[in-house]
T-cell receptor, first 110, second 118 residues
Framework: EAQVTQNPRYLITVTGKKLTVTCSQN?????MSWYRQDPGLGLRQIYY???????DKGDVPEGYKVSRKEKRNFPLILESPSPNQTSLYFC?????????FGPGTRLTVL | AQTVTQSQPEMSVQEAETVTLSCTYD???????LFWYKQPPSRQMILVIR??????QNATENRFSVNFQKAAKSFSLKISDSQLGDTAMYFC???????????????FGKGTKLSVKP
Protein backbone atom coordinates (compact mmCIF):
# COMPACT_ATOMS: atom_id res chain seq x y z
CA GLU A 1 0.00 0.00 0.00
CA ALA A 2 1.31 3.42 -1.00
CA GLN A 3 1.71 5.52 2.10
CA VAL A 4 3.57 8.12 4.10
CA THR A 5 4.29 7.17 7.69
CA GLN A 6 5.29 9.35 10.62
CA ASN A 7 6.53 8.52 14.08
CA PRO A 8 5.71 9.21 16.77
CA ARG A 9 2.05 10.12 16.34
CA TYR A 10 1.95 11.90 19.70
CA LEU A 11 4.78 13.39 21.71
CA ILE A 12 4.92 15.44 24.87
CA THR A 13 8.32 16.83 25.71
CA VAL A 14 10.00 19.63 27.64
CA THR A 15 11.71 22.77 26.49
CA GLY A 16 15.21 22.20 25.19
CA LYS A 17 15.13 18.42 24.85
CA LYS A 18 16.17 17.48 21.32
CA LEU A 19 13.72 15.37 19.37
CA THR A 20 13.31 13.85 15.93
CA VAL A 21 10.09 13.10 14.09
CA THR A 22 10.61 10.48 11.41
CA CYS A 23 8.91 10.41 8.02
CA SER A 24 9.05 7.67 5.44
CA GLN A 25 7.36 7.11 2.08
CA ASN A 26 7.25 4.00 -0.08
CA UNK A 27 6.26 5.63 -3.36
CA UNK A 28 9.75 6.56 -4.58
CA UNK A 29 8.80 10.24 -4.70
CA UNK A 30 11.59 12.75 -5.04
CA UNK A 31 9.90 15.73 -3.44
CA MET A 32 9.08 15.68 0.26
CA SER A 33 8.14 18.39 2.71
CA TRP A 34 7.13 19.18 6.27
CA TYR A 35 4.21 21.34 7.33
CA ARG A 36 2.91 22.56 10.63
CA GLN A 37 -0.75 23.21 11.31
CA ASP A 38 -1.89 25.76 13.85
CA PRO A 39 -5.44 26.90 14.64
CA GLY A 40 -6.51 29.82 12.49
CA LEU A 41 -3.33 29.67 10.40
CA GLY A 42 -3.88 26.61 8.26
CA LEU A 43 -0.85 24.60 7.16
CA ARG A 44 2.50 26.21 6.53
CA GLN A 45 5.57 24.66 4.95
CA ILE A 46 8.63 24.30 7.20
CA TYR A 47 11.21 22.64 4.94
CA TYR A 48 11.22 20.75 1.70
CA UNK A 49 13.53 18.44 -0.19
CA UNK A 50 13.69 18.03 -3.94
CA UNK A 51 15.85 14.91 -3.75
CA UNK A 52 18.54 13.16 -1.73
CA UNK A 53 20.92 15.68 -0.11
CA UNK A 54 18.88 18.61 -1.49
CA UNK A 55 16.89 20.51 1.13
CA ASP A 56 15.70 24.09 1.50
CA LYS A 57 13.67 26.32 3.77
CA GLY A 58 9.96 26.77 3.44
CA ASP A 59 7.89 29.55 4.96
CA VAL A 60 8.52 28.88 8.68
CA PRO A 61 11.92 27.15 9.07
CA GLU A 62 13.15 28.79 12.31
CA GLY A 63 13.92 26.25 15.03
CA TYR A 64 13.87 23.22 12.72
CA LYS A 65 16.37 21.12 10.81
CA VAL A 66 15.93 18.36 8.28
CA SER A 67 18.07 15.83 6.44
CA ARG A 68 17.58 13.68 3.37
CA LYS A 69 20.15 10.91 3.24
CA GLU A 70 17.83 8.42 1.59
CA LYS A 71 15.06 9.00 -0.87
CA ARG A 72 12.38 7.42 1.30
CA ASN A 73 13.19 9.19 4.61
CA PHE A 74 12.90 12.84 5.59
CA PRO A 75 13.22 13.36 9.36
CA LEU A 76 12.36 16.63 11.09
CA ILE A 77 14.71 17.62 13.90
CA LEU A 78 14.03 20.06 16.71
CA GLU A 79 17.39 20.72 18.35
CA SER A 80 15.97 22.79 21.23
CA PRO A 81 12.19 22.70 21.22
CA SER A 82 10.24 25.63 22.62
CA PRO A 83 6.56 25.95 23.57
CA ASN A 84 5.80 27.91 20.38
CA GLN A 85 6.62 24.74 18.45
CA THR A 86 3.63 23.00 19.96
CA SER A 87 1.68 22.08 16.86
CA LEU A 88 0.40 19.38 14.56
CA TYR A 89 3.08 18.35 12.07
CA PHE A 90 2.57 16.73 8.69
CA CYS A 91 5.06 15.13 6.38
CA UNK A 92 4.13 14.92 2.69
CA UNK A 93 5.56 13.52 -0.50
CA UNK A 94 4.72 14.94 -3.90
CA UNK A 95 4.14 13.30 -7.24
CA UNK A 96 3.14 15.28 -10.32
CA UNK A 97 1.96 18.12 -8.16
CA UNK A 98 -0.25 16.11 -5.80
CA UNK A 99 0.85 15.90 -2.18
CA UNK A 100 0.28 12.77 -0.14
CA PHE A 101 0.23 13.45 3.57
CA GLY A 102 1.28 11.34 6.50
CA PRO A 103 -1.11 10.87 9.45
CA GLY A 104 0.33 13.76 11.45
CA THR A 105 2.34 14.11 14.67
CA ARG A 106 0.84 15.99 17.58
CA LEU A 107 3.73 17.65 19.45
CA THR A 108 3.39 19.38 22.80
CA VAL A 109 6.37 21.23 24.25
CA LEU A 110 6.03 22.11 27.93
CA ALA B 1 3.03 36.15 -3.27
CA GLN B 2 0.16 33.78 -3.69
CA THR B 3 -2.69 33.86 -1.20
CA VAL B 4 -5.73 31.67 -0.69
CA THR B 5 -8.88 32.92 1.02
CA GLN B 6 -11.77 30.89 2.38
CA SER B 7 -14.41 33.34 3.53
CA GLN B 8 -16.68 30.86 5.32
CA PRO B 9 -15.16 29.71 8.63
CA GLU B 10 -18.10 27.39 9.32
CA MET B 11 -21.01 25.94 7.40
CA SER B 12 -23.67 23.36 8.02
CA VAL B 13 -25.88 21.32 5.74
CA GLN B 14 -28.60 18.74 6.13
CA GLU B 15 -27.83 15.19 5.14
CA ALA B 16 -28.61 14.50 1.45
CA GLU B 17 -28.55 18.17 0.53
CA THR B 18 -26.00 20.09 -1.52
CA VAL B 19 -23.49 22.58 -0.16
CA THR B 20 -20.92 24.83 -1.82
CA LEU B 21 -17.69 25.95 -0.17
CA SER B 22 -16.02 29.09 -1.49
CA CYS B 23 -12.36 29.76 -2.22
CA THR B 24 -10.61 32.62 -3.92
CA TYR B 25 -6.93 32.99 -4.62
CA ASP B 26 -4.51 35.56 -5.83
CA UNK B 27 -1.68 34.88 -8.26
CA UNK B 28 -0.04 36.35 -11.29
CA UNK B 29 0.84 32.92 -12.65
CA UNK B 30 -1.01 31.34 -15.55
CA UNK B 31 -0.09 27.73 -14.82
CA UNK B 32 -0.90 26.33 -11.41
CA UNK B 33 -2.80 23.63 -9.55
CA LEU B 34 -5.69 23.98 -7.15
CA PHE B 35 -6.80 21.45 -4.59
CA TRP B 36 -9.43 20.75 -2.01
CA TYR B 37 -8.32 18.71 0.99
CA LYS B 38 -10.57 17.26 3.65
CA GLN B 39 -9.48 16.93 7.27
CA PRO B 40 -11.89 14.83 9.36
CA PRO B 41 -11.65 14.62 13.16
CA SER B 42 -8.90 12.01 12.74
CA ARG B 43 -6.79 14.93 11.41
CA GLN B 44 -5.66 12.98 8.35
CA MET B 45 -5.30 15.23 5.28
CA ILE B 46 -7.24 13.63 2.45
CA LEU B 47 -7.17 14.86 -1.13
CA VAL B 48 -10.68 15.49 -2.38
CA ILE B 49 -10.14 16.95 -5.81
CA ARG B 50 -7.51 18.58 -7.98
CA UNK B 51 -7.78 21.08 -10.85
CA UNK B 52 -5.10 22.11 -13.32
CA UNK B 53 -5.44 25.75 -14.33
CA UNK B 54 -4.91 25.02 -18.02
CA UNK B 55 -7.93 22.73 -18.10
CA UNK B 56 -11.21 24.47 -18.83
CA GLN B 57 -13.29 21.52 -17.76
CA ASN B 58 -14.21 21.48 -14.10
CA ALA B 59 -12.91 18.50 -12.14
CA THR B 60 -15.36 15.98 -10.70
CA GLU B 61 -14.90 13.13 -8.25
CA ASN B 62 -18.12 11.27 -7.50
CA ARG B 63 -20.22 13.60 -5.31
CA PHE B 64 -17.57 16.32 -5.33
CA SER B 65 -17.20 18.85 -8.11
CA VAL B 66 -15.60 22.24 -8.51
CA ASN B 67 -16.55 25.48 -10.20
CA PHE B 68 -13.26 26.86 -11.46
CA GLN B 69 -13.45 30.44 -12.67
CA LYS B 70 -9.93 31.33 -13.74
CA ALA B 71 -10.56 34.96 -14.63
CA ALA B 72 -12.30 35.55 -11.32
CA LYS B 73 -9.68 33.47 -9.45
CA SER B 74 -12.42 31.49 -7.82
CA PHE B 75 -12.43 27.77 -7.00
CA SER B 76 -15.53 26.58 -5.16
CA LEU B 77 -16.29 23.02 -4.06
CA LYS B 78 -19.75 21.55 -4.40
CA ILE B 79 -20.70 18.52 -2.35
CA SER B 80 -23.85 16.78 -3.54
CA ASP B 81 -25.95 14.37 -1.52
CA SER B 82 -24.07 15.29 1.66
CA GLN B 83 -23.31 12.42 4.02
CA LEU B 84 -22.52 12.40 7.72
CA GLY B 85 -18.99 11.27 6.85
CA ASP B 86 -18.44 14.53 4.98
CA THR B 87 -18.27 16.35 8.31
CA ALA B 88 -14.74 17.75 8.35
CA MET B 89 -12.56 20.79 7.89
CA TYR B 90 -12.06 21.57 4.21
CA PHE B 91 -8.99 23.34 2.95
CA CYS B 92 -8.50 25.00 -0.40
CA UNK B 93 -4.89 25.00 -1.58
CA UNK B 94 -2.81 26.48 -4.39
CA UNK B 95 0.42 25.22 -5.89
CA UNK B 96 2.69 26.82 -8.45
CA UNK B 97 4.48 23.90 -10.10
CA UNK B 98 6.92 26.10 -11.97
CA UNK B 99 8.47 28.28 -9.30
CA UNK B 100 11.89 26.75 -8.72
CA UNK B 101 12.31 24.84 -5.52
CA UNK B 102 8.98 25.94 -4.13
CA UNK B 103 7.23 23.94 -6.78
CA UNK B 104 5.87 21.59 -4.17
CA UNK B 105 4.76 24.21 -1.66
CA UNK B 106 1.04 24.14 -1.09
CA UNK B 107 -0.42 27.47 -0.02
CA PHE B 108 -3.46 26.74 2.12
CA GLY B 109 -6.51 28.73 3.03
CA LYS B 110 -7.54 28.79 6.68
CA GLY B 111 -10.26 26.24 6.17
CA THR B 112 -14.03 25.87 6.35
CA LYS B 113 -15.53 23.67 9.02
CA LEU B 114 -18.43 21.74 7.53
CA SER B 115 -21.01 20.00 9.68
CA VAL B 116 -23.48 17.61 8.09
CA LYS B 117 -26.60 17.25 10.22
CA PRO B 118 -28.86 14.19 10.22
Amino acid sequence: EAQVTQNPRYLITVTGKKLTVTCSQNMNHEYMSWYRQDPGLGLRQIYYSMNVEVTDKGDVPEGYKVSRKEKRNFPLILESPSPNQTSLYFCASTHYGTQYFGPGTRLTVL
Amino acid sequence: AQTVTQSQPEMSVQEAETVTLSCTYDTSESNYYLFWYKQPPSRQMILVIRQEAYKQQNATENRFSVNFQKAAKSFSLKISDSQLGDTAMYFCAFMNPNYGGSQGNLIFGKGTKLSVKP
